[in-house]
């Protein structure tokens, strides 16, 4: 059974750059749809951005223009490139795939934005 574990969260002046990872480890098959949710405090959790195996991407429209997912599929690796953040954009990240047609989620991370 395959588990989610990302990296790459902290704390960032508004303006300022983060990238999140998320490698898939265990017994895994087949990944299909990767993505990155996120919880804002007090919210519910919302989509950020989502690829598919063949690379098709999509994005919540809070980040168009400033966030860019990726993944490689030899790593079993989804990333999510955050420029040009924003207080808003305060929240726990948690990563999501799909792992043998069953959904998976991550710890979560946090990336906390300071004005």
């Known amino acids: 059974q395959g588990q989610l574990v990302e990296s790459g969260g902290g704390l960032v002046q508004a303006g300022g750059s983060l990238r999140l990872s998320c490698v898939a480890s265990?017994?895994?098959?087949?990944?299909?749809?990767m993505g990155w949710y996120r919880q804002p405090p007090g919210k519910q959790r919302e989509s950020v951005a989502t690829i598919t195996s063949r690379g098709d991407t999509n994005y919540a429209d809070s980040v168009k223009g400033r966030f860019t997912i990726s993944r490689d599929n030899a790593k079993k690796t989804v990333y999510l490139q955050m420029n040009s953040l924003k207080p808003e954009d305060t929240a726990i990240y948690y990563c999501?795939?799909?792992?043998?047609?069953?959904?998976?989620w991550g710890q979560g991370t946090q990336v906390t934005v300071s004005s």
């Open positions: 265990g017994r895994i098959g087949t990944i299909t749809l």
């Open positions: 999501y795939a799909v792992l043998d047609g069953r959904g998976s």
